[in-house]
C-alpha cells in the first residue's frame, strides 16, 4: 500500500484509483475538530469528489503546499456540524434583515437571492474574498476548476446575493444524492453570506433535502442553529441520503429563493398595509405539473368585464431560458398558456368565467356544417412558417380583420411595433400557418388567413387567428380551428389547445361547437358537456 510520509500510514490515491478511497472514521481522531486524513490523493477530479462526499469525506488542502504538490488530504472533523434545513435559527437582528428580504429590500435598494444564477462568479468571489482577508487561500486554482466542471454536471451549485443589481455575497455548495454539502461562502454587505444561507435552507426543507453538511463548526453557523452530531450519527445518514438519486437541480436554475423563505417563515411576510403602491411584485411559490417554481401575480382591467380586475399568475423566465419551453410543455395541462414572451395562467379571486379549454383530436369528428366548411376552403394552400416579424402582407390582412370584425376594440388600436411585440414574439417554438390562393386563381398566391399556434410534446397551442374579412361565407374563422386540428392530427398529437372560453359571453361562446371539447375546472379537466350539464358547477360563475 502506498502511503504519503507527509502523512505517515495514510494511503495515496489518484483520481483514477477511486476504489481504493479509504472512508472515514470517528476513531481516526485524535481531539475534537482536528481535521485527520484518512487518505490523500494526487489531484482531484469530479468523480473522486463525488466518492469521497459518498463516503462522508472532504478535502482539506493547507495553504501555500497543494499548490506545489497536488496533495490533497481527505477526512472529516468529528463531531459533525450539521443544519437541519427545516430548524434554522434567527436572532433578532436576521428577523429585521429576512423581513426586509421579504420586500425585496436591503437598506432600501432592490434585493434578490438566485439560487444557480452565475456559478463562475460566485465561487471566482469567495476564492479572492479569502485570499484578501486570509493573505491566502485553501481554494486552488485546481479545485475551484473542479468544481467548476462540478457544476456542469449537476453537483455543485451557488446561491447569489444582489443588492442593486451588485453581487455582494453567497456561497457555493455540493449535492450528492440527497445531501447538501456547505463549502464556503462570502459577504460584502453586512448579513449577505447569512441571507444566502437562509435562503439555501428555506429551500432544501421545501425540496425534502433534510441536512446541510457545515463541515466544520463556525460562531456564524452556529449562531443560525447548526447543531453538534456524534461522527457515527453523520456518517449513518451520509450513507441513506449521498446514495439516494441525485436531486434535479436543474429545474431550480436561475430561481429566486424569496418565496421559499416566506414560505418557512410566514409571520415576517409584510401584511398588505405594509406595502405600497410602489411595492414589488407579489412573489409565490406554485406547485404545477410536478414541478415547483415561482411566479409573479400581476394585476390590471379585465378586457371583458367592465369594472371587474384580472389577476395574471405569471412565470417570470427569460424568453431565451432553455426551461421555458419544456416547462411550457408541462404546465399547459395546469391551466396556462403563452402571451408574447411568457407563460401565464388567470388567477382571479372572484370570477371564474374564463376557463381553459383543448381538444382531444383522436375524438374529434367534424359534423355536416365543417365538414361543408372544409370542402368550401379546400382549394386554399397552406404553408407553414416561422414565426418571425410581421411582414406587409401579414400586417395589411390583421389591419383589414381587426376593421372587419372587431372595430373598436384593444386590438384594432395597436400599433405594428404592438402587434409584433404581442402576436409575433415568443419565448416557444411558434409557428404560422398561411392560407392561400393557388397559383392558377383568378387572384394568385393571396393571403387569406394566418393561424399562429405552438408546438408542443404532444400538442397545439392555439394562439391567435386573423383572416380576410370580406369572405364571410368561407367561414375562415371555424376553418382555422378545423385546420388546427387536422395539423395536429396529422403530426401525431393528441390535443389542440384553444384558449379561454367564456360561456354565454358573445363572440367567445363558439369553441363549444368542437366536440368533445374538455374544460379545465377545479384543476382537473372535465368533458364541457358535463360541466354544462351540471347546475351546481356552473354556482361559481355567477360571481
Known sequence: ??????????????????????????????????FEPSCCSFGLSPELVVEGYRQGAFPWPYPNNVEYTRLYPWGRLFPCTVFQS????????????????????????????????????????IALYHQERNKGTWMTQELIETWKVLHQLGHAHSVSVYVDDVLVGGLYFTSVGRMVYGESMFARATDASKLALVGLAAFCSSVNLPFIDCQMPTEHTLRLGAEIIPGDLFLKLNRTLAQAPDYNWLRAKGMSLIPF?????????????????????????????????????????????????????????????SRVQTMYCQLISEGFRRDSTY???????????????????SHFHPNATMRRTLNRNRHLIMKEVPLEAITNEQWSLYQRYQNGRHTGGAMSKMTRAQVNSVLFSTCSDSRCLEFRTPSDAEHPNNLKMVCIIDCLDDAISAVYTFYDPDVPKLSLGTFGILSEIEYAQQHGL??????????????????????????????????????????????????
Open 261 to 321: 423563505i416566506e414560505k418557512q417563515w410566514p409571520a415576517l411576510t409584510p401584511s398588505l398595509d405594509q406595502r405600497d403602491d410602489d411595492a414589488p411584485p407579489e412573489h409565490h411559490l406554485t406547485q404545477a405539473g410536478g414541478l415547483l417554481f415561482e411566479t409573479v401575480h400581476v394585476h390590471s382591467p379585465c378586457s371583458y368585464f367592465d369594472n371587474r380586475s384580472l389577476t395574471m399568475e405569471v412565470l417570470p423566465l427569460p424568453s431565451y431560458d
Open 494 to 543: 393528441r390535443f389542440v389547445y384553444l384558449g379561454y372560453w367564456l360561456p354565454d359571453y358573445p363572440n367567445m361562446d363558439y369553441k363549444k361547437r368542437f366536440q368533445p371539447m374538455e374544460i379545465f375546472w377545479s384543476d382537473h379537466w372535465m368533458p364541457e358537456r358535463t360541466f354544462v350539464a351540471d347546475p351546481k358547477i356552473l354556482e361559481p360563475l355567477s360571481s
Open 1 to 34: 500500500m502506498a502511503t504519503d510520509p507527509t502523512f505517515p500510514g495514510v494511503r495515496l490515491i489518484t483520481p483514477s484509483n477511486i476504489d481504493d478511497f479509504v472512508a472515514p472514521t470517528q476513531s481516526h481522531q485524535m481531539k475534537d475538530f482536528e
Open 86 to 125: 427545516t430548524k434554522i435559527h434567527l436572532t433578532h437582528s436576521m428577523k429585521k434583515r429576512v423581513k426586509a428580504a421579504l420586500r425585496y429590500e436591503y437598506q432600501s435598494l432592490p434585493l434578490q437571492i438566485l439560487l444557480d444564477d452565475d456559478f463562475d462568479a460566485v465561487i471566482e468571489e
Open 343 to 361: 407563460l401565464y395562467r388567470l388567477r382571479c379571486q372572484n370570477c371564474h368565467r374564463c376557463i381553459p379549454t383543448r381538444i382531444d383530436v
